[in-house]
């Protein structure tokens, strides 16, 4: 079975800080992949970021970049010099070739003015 | 290129109403995927769809729940008879590639109320 955990329910920041949001996964599949995606107080939820078993290069894109550690089974994520706008819910998911894709229970970010 | 849309945005019904909601997908997407999302339980995949095929359907939580995908631009999830404890947001998404290895482009989300 696959899980997903975010231990992180809400994190609150001021504006300009740094925060990063965890997940930790768990999968006895070796080929998976795993997904941020944003949910922001609108409701929608919006593709972030993809990234397979194989790959564990981190990226960087603008303020956002994300840390993948496949023996500690982590794929976190971190923004840099938050912003209002980033308030959201950000839910960690995991993509097996069954299809399915798990996702955790999301973690609320707050960032105050 | 227009998204998923989902239709109606809202609906409000009464406990043992029929409801169906509206997915289409988008154009060129294989696979087509039933959320629904409550603050208990999170986001639970219901059912999705490959090629029109329903794929797994493990998720729906019972009887009262259908989903069909008559065609590769429509899709339908209904609740009959509706309960109290059905009220949340349903999600509808596709994606293309084989599946599991592609994003899940969502529409913006039926949320249903069962009075």
């Known amino acids: 079975a696959q899980k997903v955990t975010q231990a992180q329910t809400e994190i609150s920041v001021v504006e300009k800080e740094d925060v990063t949001l965890d997940c930790v996964y768990e999968?006895?599949?070796?080929?998976?992949?795993l997904f941020w995606y944003k949910q922001p107080p609108s409701g929608e939820l919006v593709f972030l970021i993809r990234?397979?078993?194989?790959?564990?290069q981190n990226e960087i894109s603008g303020r956002y970049s994300w840390n993948f550690q496949k023996s500690t089974s982590s794929f976190n994520f971190t923004i840099t010099a938050s912003q209002v706008v980033d308030s959201a819910v950000y839910f960690c998911?995991?993509?097996?070739?069954?299809?399915?894709?798990?996702f955790g229970d999301g973690t609320t970010l707050t960032v105050k003015p | 290129d227009a998204g998923v849309i989902q239709s109606p945005r809202h609906e409000v019904t009464e406990m043992g109403q029929e409801v169906t909601l509206r997915c289409k997908p988008i154009?060129?997407?294989?696979?087509l995927f039933w959320y629904r999302q409550t603050m208990m339980r999170g986001l639970e995949l219901l059912i999705y769809?490959?090629?029109?095929?329903?794929?797994?359907d493990s998720g729906m939580p019972e009887d009262r729940f259908s989903a069909k995908m008559p065609n590769a631009s429509f899709s339908t999830l209904k609740i009959q008879p509706s309960e109290p404890r059905d009220s949340a947001v349903y999600f509808c998404?596709?994606?293309?590639?084989?599946?599991?290895?592609?994003?899940?482009?969502f529409g913006n989300g039926t949320r249903l109320t069962v009075t």
């Open positions: 998404a596709s994606s293309s590639g084989t599946g599991y290895n592609s994003p899940l482009h």
């Open positions: 999968t006895r599949d070796t080929t998976y992949y």
């Open positions: 990234r397979n078993s194989f790959d564990e």
């Open positions: 998911a995991l993509s097996s070739y069954a299809g399915k894709s798990t």
């Open positions: 154009s060129g997407h294989d696979y």
């Open positions: 769809f490959n090629n029109n095929v329903p794929i797994d």
